[in-house]
């Protein structure tokens, strides 16, 4: 978090005539990681500077994983009780995914505090809970559809081939010592082991108190980063704000005059889960991701 505060604080001293601007940071996924950490870098970088101060004014994480002791609980739930009524694994699994909970949350609970545990808490949990699901034949981001191309379940084909073009990577500014684009570097990924189990949500109330709007938003078909969980880490959040939010309705969140989500708001806090979309709201719905977006950074 530190580098992307530096490179934003360089940036703007770069170019100071964006520098007063309203800055909101949205990350997506492991973004539920990312995005609150820059937010929270930015506002400490602000206490501390006697310089540039960067103009934040809200964060945004879709599809996150922010906290993995309060999320985990829901995959059996969103397995087999999800609002599609699509039942994605048989009763023994599902029955299996319940019982071996419990082993799963005390390793995540025992990386909080001993980073050793953290790599074997990941392994733990994703065979748990994630393999039955995969083993299924499923697309883990959206829950109605077969994994259609390994490994990501998604043909991305096309942008894949794109900025691989020479000039897009001149454009780019890529030189030629550069590796090819790859959706997914599973080499970069398994180097986040001892992360991906951290749980991200301190960062989230130190933001609310400081007047910095959140929004934690999530398509209700996606399985690996699912509304359920989202929604119970949010709710559970504490912060001075815990028990309005927790009081405030769930009230239809509504685009061109049509349903598209469910839209919980109090003191700052946001939670919106967004029908018909997976994992990647603004693919699924790009006309309700930007209705959405820009009703956040339009709304005080």
Known sequence: RQDVYTFLIEFFTAHP??????????GESYGGHYAPNVAYAILKGNEKSIGLKLNLQGMAVGNGLTDPALQ????????????????????????????????????????????????????????????PYEEAGLNPYDVRLKCAVRPLCYDFSAPTDWLDLPSTRVALGVTKASSKWSSCNMRVNTQFAADWMKSQEYTVPPLLAAGVRVLIYAGDADFVCNWMGNKAWVTELSWPGKAAFGAAPDLDWVVDGAKAGKLRRASGLSFLQVFGAGHMVPMDQPVNALAMVNEFIHTQ
């Open 17 to 26: 005539e964006y520098a007063s601007l309203p800055l909101y940071i949205f």
């Open 72 to 131: 985990y609980p829901y995959y059996p739930q969103m397995a087999n009780n999800n609002t599609y009524g699509i039942k994605t694994v048989s009763e023994s699994a599902y029955a299996s995914m319940v019982s071996q909970m419990p082993s799963c949350i005390s390793a995540i609970q025992e990386c909080q505090y001993d980073t050793a545990a953290c790599a074997p808490a990941r392994s733990l949990c994703n065979d748990q809970q994630l393999a």
